[in-house]
């Protein structure tokens, strides 16, 4: 079966770090592009970050933009999200997220920012950023 899981979140104070992890199982995993989403209570789901097969393209939501970045080990079918200068805004559960992009035109370079267009999900790690 598909599994991916995530893991890292913890709560920490504005300003510091934390690197999230995302270990898949159960499918080609270089064969999808990755995306980490978020969701606060009382909100809906938002677009963090998102990475190609090989991680030559990459994407950032405008608010993570030049704090965050998305990496990914196909050798350890492993997808990571390094959070940096943590606010309390960045407070939410992070998902990670698998995207078919088996293609074999240009297709399989992307990535999509939109959710529902996302294949397999984790359960979510939560974050906490204290002021």
């Known amino acids: 079966q598909v599994q991916l899981v995530e893991s890292g979140g913890g709560l920490v104070q504005a300003g510091a770090s934390l690197r999230l992890s995302c270990a898949v199982s159960?499918?080609?995993?270089?064969?999808?592009?990755m995306g980490w989403f978020r969701q606060a209570p009382g909100k809906a789901r938002e677009f963090v970050a998102a990475i190609s097969r090989s991680g030559g393209n990459t994407g950032y939501a405008d608010s993570v933009k030049g704090r965050f970045t998305i990496s990914r080990d196909n050798a350890k079918n492993t997808v990571y999200l390094q959070m940096n200068t943590l606010k309390p805004e960045d407070t939410a559960i992070y998902y990670c997220?698998?995207?078919?992009?088996?293609?074999?035109?240009?297709?399989?370079?992307?990535?999509?920012?939109?959710?529902?267009?996302?294949?397999?999900w984790g359960q979510g790690t939560q974050v906490t950023v204290s002021s």
């Open positions: 159960g499918y080609t995993f270089s064969f999808y592009a």
């Open positions: 997220a698998a995207e078919d992009r088996n293609y074999s035109d240009s297709r399989k370079y992307g990535y999509s920012r939109r959710w529902n267009e996302y294949d397999y």
